[in-house]
């Protein structure tokens, strides 16, 4: 009679309660780094280009595929130059349709801001609360998030958290320039809507207008002519190239690679397009990594692998834990008494 040899099961890794991996870090200072399943209840990410309006025919969408990018920047610079291009051969209606294309990206970047993105801080005010109850755990604040949510609840007067913008100077309805001396434990890795580059590659903040600030960043976007930064390339490589090209970006990414004691990343999946985060990490000085994942079962395994090649890829001796997302309570803590 032939033996039976059984199958080998692989472990699925622990996943402890968001209590329990405050309790084993309790005397250690945390860092939190955030992705897109801290705001995915108030703001979409499916894609701000989905949310543009923008034609299946439209030239425009044409070049966002040619360009391979959701980068509006991009393309409206893209459509810029070749206006230029086409005015020095003579071919000034071409040059014109160019320019007004420009804007109408420009236009469908608004649209798509507006469509789906919570219009004022008073839209999140009564879940505000919860949400520093949660940061307060933390000493430092990373963030791959362009929308506000972040910006918004560290205006809270109870909010203990500096965006370095401190040392600035208020004008023109921005305040800036961040300096990196100036009081800063929130750092926007990839950008934000509220974040503009000056003339001169300073980077300031956009300030809540008449209309509150997604009209003022809109103004901004439309009347002058200026976009957003973020970091919207698709490869790890891409979004390092782009984090390079701008100090303010240069620097969030330095002082991620600098972090130390325990480390908590919450809503986002280790994808390979943003392995240079990771890096960074594995090559840092933490003692810990906390990965907080929704509905762990889920995508346990496939997060487990591509955590365990960084690690190994980086030669480093990093562990990491993995955290149940859904007991943290975010945005739904009850008021404390």
């Not at 804007?103 to 505000?128: N, S, Y």
């Amino acid at each position: 009679m032939a033996l039976t040899i059984p199958k080998r099961q692989n472990r699925m890794p622990d996943v402890v309660p968001y209590e329990e991996a405050l309790k084993r870090t309790e005397d250690s200072e945390r860092t939190l780094l955030i992705g897109n399943g801290f705001s995915i209840k108030y703001f979409s990410y499916g894609s701000l280009l989905a949310a543009a309006g923008l034609k299946e025919d439209d030239p425009a969408l044409a070049l966002f595929k040619a360009l391979d990018t959701v980068d509006f920047e991009r393309v409206v610079h893209a459509l810029e130059h070749a206006a230029v291009v086409a005015h020095a051969y003579k071919n000034d209606k071409h040059s014109e349709q160019l320019v007004a294309d420009a804007d109408r990206i420009r236009q469908a970047l608004v649209k798509a801001v507006r469509d789906t993105h919570p219009g004022h801080r008073e839209d999140i005010a009564d879940v505000i609360p919860s949400c520093i109850d949660f940061l307060k755990d933390f000493a430092t604040v990373f963030t791959f998030n362009y929308d506000l949510l972040l910006y918004w609840v560290i205006l809270d007067k109870d909010c203990p958290f500096s965006d370095g913008f401190g040392l600035g100077t208020e004008e023109n309805g921005f305040r800036g320039p961040f300096h990196p001396e100036a009081n800063c434990n929130v750092y926007n890795l990839h950008g934000g809507l509220h974040l503009f580059q000056t003339s001169v590659g300073d980077v300031e903040k956009r300030l809540m207008g008449e209309n509150g600030v997604i009209d003022a960043i809109a103004r901004t976007i439309t009347q002058d002519k200026r976009l957003p930064i973020y970091v919207a390339e698709g490869t790890s490589t891409a979004k390092l190239a782009r984090i390079n090209s701008i100090p303010y970006l240069r620097h969030c990414h330095d002082q991620l690679g600098e972090s130390s004691g325990n480390f908590f990343v919450y809503g986002h999946s280790a994808d390979p397009n943003d392995a240079h985060v990771y890096d960074a990490l594995f090559n840092s000085e933490i003692e810990h990594l906390y990965f907080c994942l929704h509905k762990p079962t889920a995508k346990i395994e496939e997060i487990d692998g591509e955590l365990a090649r960084y690690k190994k890829r980086n030669d480093s001796d990093i562990d990491y834990t993995f955290v149940d997302a859904e007991t943290a309570h975010i945005w739904d803590r009850p008021p404390k008494k």
